[in-house]
T-cell receptor, first 115, second 115 residues
Framework: AQSVTQLGSHVSVSEGALVLLRCNYS??????LFWYVQYPNQGLQLLLK??????LVKGINGFEAEFKKSETSFHLTKPSAHMSDAAEYFC?????????????FGKGTTLSVSS | GAVVSQHPSWVICKSGTSVKIECRSL??????MFWYRQFPKQSLMLMAT?????????EQGVEKDKFLINHASLTLSTLTVTSAHPEDSSFYIC???????????FGSGTRLTVV
């Protein structure tokens, strides 16, 4: 079974500041890990994912995340926040090579960016 | 990448009526699809796993007689909300495993409002 914990339901940063959204996972099998962004009244957009290989994953819009097995973490970062980054962010996990299993989501973190 | 089309994007219905939501995989065959529900300001909660040619698997607490899922072909899964009530108002999203990239692809969601 898999689960995800996102620390901090709401994160506020200033424009140009570092963005750090925290995600810890629990999985009984090697995990696939994902970060999605959701803007109001819209669907989900994939930011990045880790399946295998390099543990530092680069995604769209300048975001990146590092898979740390020893810490069971997959934190999302962006060096410099932009106003357009204000949105809801979801971390999610599934089991590797488990085609029939669904993606399990964390509770989400709302990112606010002030000027 | 794999594309999932969800229709309608929004629907308003009267209390007591039924509403059908369609989820189609456009360029791949999806033997398994997933249905999620999202309340305002909350995360995506898995409702059920839809399996082509067999009965859906519902998560604990989800009423299978209220949320009817049919997956009659490899490219189409439907969710029917029967005898809808205002408390069924929510954002419903379907998903399928992306066979090419090891991730998941999501429909754009359906905003259901029951009045």
């Amino acid at each position: 079974a898999q689960s995800v914990t996102q620390l901090g339901s709401h994160v506020s940063v200033s424009e140009g500041a570092l963005v750090l959204l925290r995600c810890n996972y629990s999985s009984s099998v090697p995990p696939y890990l994902f970060w999605y962004v959701q803007y109001p009244n819209q669907g989900l957009q994939l930011l990045l994912k880790y399946t295998t290989g390099a543990t530092l994953v680069k995604g769209i819009n300048g975001f990146e995340a590092e898979f740390k097995k020893s810490e069971t973490s997959f934190h999302l970062t962006k060096p410099s926040a932009h106003m357009s980054d204000a949105a809801e962010y979801f971390c999610a996990v599934s089991g590797a090579n488990q085609a029939g299993t669904a993606l399990i989501f964390g509770k989400g973190t709302t990112l606010s960016v002030s000027s | 990448g794999a594309v999932v089309s969800q229709h309608p994007s929004w629907v308003i219905c009267k209390s007591g009526t039924s509403v059908k939501i369609e989820c189609r995989s456009l360029d791949f065959q999806a033997t398994t699809m997933f249905w999620y529900r999202q309340f305002p300001k909350q995360s995506l909660m898995l409702m059920a796993t839809s399996n082509e040619g067999s009965k859906a698997t519902y998560e604990q607490g989800v009423e299978k007689d209220k949320f009817l899922i049919n997956h009659a072909s490899l490219t189409l899964s439907t969710l029917t909300v029967t005898s809808a009530h205002p408390e069924d108002s929510s954002f419903y999203i379907c998903s399928a495993r992306d066979p090419t990239q090891g991730g998941y692809t999501f429909g754009s969601g359906t905003r259901l409002t029951v009045v």
